[in-house]
């Protein structure tokens, strides 16, 4: 490899790291081979003597700080021009109202999910309140001398019990569904955006 | 070798290499070839650090007709190696305990 193939397959590899910082890393090498060829190694040689440049970029990550790679992937690879900010301040009745929708769709799906679980403990509250109403009116029937009604309406009581155990079984589950379920929409909406980070 | 510790050294390694007279990038790797393997991603990371702490200053010259970056020791970078040399003195010290019951078993 010559000294110029070496220092822009070198260049094209630190493209991550600052501007500034490229350029002196690149001449310090510059003159490493300059200073082995002096000594009459040929520019293969000494671009040899470096090592493989895979090698060097791994350790010049490696010693770089996180927060210096951060800002260099955070920042943006180029200002904004004057007509993509104009675009964007005219452009936000759009952006902003798409996002606030997006942003709405998601509290909807939440909100449908919770409702499911009122729904449930609503179903079993009620199946209790009819079973101690059963019991109430039973008694009631009773005491007004309507035996058979009362027995009836006893039977409704214990009916009532029934479903109602079942329903809060009922509810422990759909409440375990959600909370599982939920956890997971919360899960794939963190990877959709980290994924979109990644893909950049 | 443990790597905050061989950092170290090798910070000292460079000042050293750079004490008696100013010296560039290629050189300073030349002289410290015999004691220690020194690549040149390893050498730019600790002249950029040790230049950042004032311990050297680069200045650049012609050579051959091209640029070479010249490298010399400051005030602080010797009281680095002096530093050092005491630093050194404490770890003989604590390696002679180390070893102290090693040597009580022989």
């Known amino acids: 490899m010559s000294k110029q193939e070496f220092l822009s397959a070198l260049r094209k590899k630190l493209s991550g790291l600052p ?121 009631v029937l009773a005491v007004q001398g309507n035996v058979a009604a009362g027995f009836t309406m006893f039977g409704v009581g214990i009916a009532g019990v029934g479903a109602t155990i079942l329903m809060a079984y009922c509810c422990a589950g759909v409440v375990k569904c959600v909370f599982s379920l939920s956890g997971k929409i919360f899960i794939g909406i963190k990877s959709f955006f980290i994924k979109k980070e990644a893909a950049r | 070798m443990d790597i905050q510790l061989k950092r170290g050294l090798l910070d000292v390694c460079v000042l050293a290499a750079i004490k008696n007279e100013d010296s560039y990038g290629y050189k300073i790797i030349k002289d410290m070839k015999p004691y220690i393997q020194l690549s040149e991603s390893t050498l730019y990371t600790i002249l950029k650090r040790l230049e950042s702490a004032n311990m050297l200053s680069v200045r650049t010259a012609e050579h051959g007709g091209r640029l070479r970056k010249y490298y010399h020791i400051t005030p602080q970078g010797l009281k680095r190696i002096e530093d050092f040399k005491v630093e050194w003195q404490e770890i003989m010290s604590i390696y002679k305990f180390v070893t102290k019951e090693d040597d009580e078993n022989e």
């Not at chain 1, 209790?128 to 109430?136: D, R």
């Open chain 1, 19 to 139: 501007g500034g910082d490229i350029e002196e890393r690149l001449n310090f090498y510059n003159e490493m081979i300059d200073d082995r060829v002096e000594e009459g190694l040929t520019e293969e040689q000494a671009v040899e003597e470096l090592g493989s440049i895979d090698e060097i970029v791994s350790q010049v990550m490696s010693e770089i700080p996180l927060a210096k790679l951060v800002k260099e992937k955070v920042k943006p690879n180029r200002s904004l021009r004057a007509w993509e900010i104009v675009l964007l301040v005219l452009g936000s009745p759009l952006w902003l109202s798409l996002l606030a929708a997006a942003l709405l769709v998601v509290i909807a799906i939440y909100t449908v999910i919770w409702s499911v679980v009122v729904m449930v403990w609503a179903a079993g509250l009620s199946v209790a309140a009819c079973s101690i109403g059963g019991f109430v009116s039973a008694v």
